[in-house]
C-alpha cells in the first residue's frame, strides 16, 4: 500500500547547513528508502555579486512538492566576497537568502515550512522604547510569502507567534534530548530532591525550569537581575547582581536551564555564586551556545571547578574549538528534527513529539533501575 503523503518531500539546507541536512537525509532515507542513495535534498544556490547582492537558485523542480527549509541565521562560520572582501554572514545575510530561496520557488511548492531553530531577532520580540519589532517582522513577512509553518525550537517568548495568527507556529524545547545527554555522561547522578536541584538564572528562563521541575520531579530555585536603569550599554540595562531565592544547595548537584548562552557572564556569575552556596557539581542546559565572547571566561571557571559541563544542542553553529572543550558536551537534535519532518509529512500530528513526558519518565525508570543495580554491585563489591 502506497504511503499517505502531503506532497513529495523536498529537504532544502541553506548555507551552514550542510552537515545537519546531511544527518537529516540520512535518517529520512533509512526510514523509507531502506538505506537507498535516492536523496531527499534539493539542490539550491545563493550565489553573490561583487557588490555583495546575491540571488536564490533552484536546481530541481518544487512543483507540488513537501518543501522543509533548514536555515540558521546564527552561522558566522561561512562567508561570502564583496568588493573584494571575505565577509562573514550575518543573520541579516541568512535571512535574505532564505526569502530568495522561498522566491525562488515561486509558490509553486504545495507547501512550504521552515525550520528556523533559533528564530531570526528572537531577542527584539517586544517594544519598551521607540524601536522595532523585528521578529514579528519577520515572521509576518514569511507568512505573506506563502510560508504554512514555521518551526523553531526554544523561543526567546513563543508569544511573537501572536503576529502570524493564521500561521503554523510551532515551539520545540529539547527537554527529553537534554536529559537523556546528562543520564548518558553522568550515569552516577541521582535525580531526585535530596540530590539535584534546578536553577533559573533569571525570571524569563522560569517557565522553562518549571517545566524541567515537574518532569523530574526536583525543586527550583532562581536567580533575579538587579538591573542598572539609569545607563544602557549596549542597547540594554546592565546587570549589577544576581539575587538568589531558593533552598540550601549544600551537596546538591545543580542544572541551570536558559534558553541560550550569548556571552556567558550570567551564566558563569550564578555558577560562582551557586558554588559558594555549596553546590557540588553544576550543570547547564541551553538550547543555543552562541560564545560570543569566546571560550577564555569558561576555560578558567571550568579549571576553577565553577562549571562541570555545558550542553548545547547543535541546531546552531558551532566553532570546532568549541567542539574540542573538555567541559562542552553536544546534544544531537538532527533525529528529532527528522522525525518532525517525517510526520508532517505523512500530515499526521507532531502532538506526540511536542510532549516527551512520557518518554522522560521512560528514560527515569530505566536510569534509576541502572542507579539500583549498580549500588547492589557497589555493595557486594565492598563485601
Partial sequence: MKESLYGELSVIGMRGCEQFVAQVDNYLKEWRRHGGEE??????????????????????????HDVYIICDPFNYGVTYKMYGKEVPMSPDDHYADLKRVIAAIEGKARRVSVIMPML?????????????????????????????????????????????????????RPTYQMI???????????????????????EGAMGRCMYYSSML?????MFYKRRDYSKIVNGR???????????????????IIDDMISSGESLLDV????????????????????????FDKFDKAY????????????????????????WYVEVNMCKYVS??????????????????????????DKHKKEMGGQLKMDFKNKR
Fill in 237 to 255: 540595562n546592565p546587570i549589577e547582581a544576581h539575587e538568589y531565592l531558593g533552598r540550601d544547595l549544600t551537596g546538591k548537584d545543580v542544572i
Fill in 339 to 364: 522525525y518532525i519532518i517525517d510526520t508532517l509529512n505523512h500530515d499526521d500530528t507532531i502532538s506526540n513529539l511536542l510532549n516527551p513526558a512520557k518518554r522522560i519518565q521512560k528514560l527515569l
Fill in 39 to 64: 536523496s531527499f535534498l534539493a539542490s539550491i544556490e545563493c550565489p553573490r555579486f561583487g557588490t555583495g547582492e546575491g540571488k536564490g537558485l533552484l536546481h530541481d523542480s518544487m512543483r507540488g
Fill in 271 to 294: 555558577a560562582l555564586q551557586l558554588k559558594e552556596k555549596g553546590a557540588k557539581r553544576i550543570f547547564n542546559f541551553a538550547t543555543f551556545g552562541l560564545f560570543t565572547d569566546g
Fill in 217 to 221: 520531579g526536583l525543586d527550583i530555585g
Fill in 120 to 172: 531570526y531577532e528572537g531577542r527584539q520580540h517586544k517594544r519598551s522604547s521607540r524601536e522595532s519589532l523585528d521578529c514579528a517582522l519577520m515572521l509576518q513577512e514569511l507568512d505573506s510569502m506563502g510560508v504554512k509553518n514555521i518551526i523553531t525550537f526554544d523561543a526567546h517568548d513563543p508569544r511573537v507567534q501572536n503576529a502570524i495568527p493564521l500561521c503554523g507556529f510551532d515551539d520545540v
Fill in 180 to 202: 537523556k545527554a546528562l543520564v548518558r555522561q553522568y550515569p552516577d547522578i541521582s535525580i531526585d530532591k535530596e540530590n539535584l536541584m534546578i536553577i533559573s538564572p533569571d
Fill in 303 to 326: 579549571a576553577d571547578g565553577v562549571i562541570t559541563r555545558i550542553f548545547t544542542t547543535n541546531l546552531v553553529y558551532r566553532t570546532p574549538e568549541l567542539l574540542s572543550k573538555e
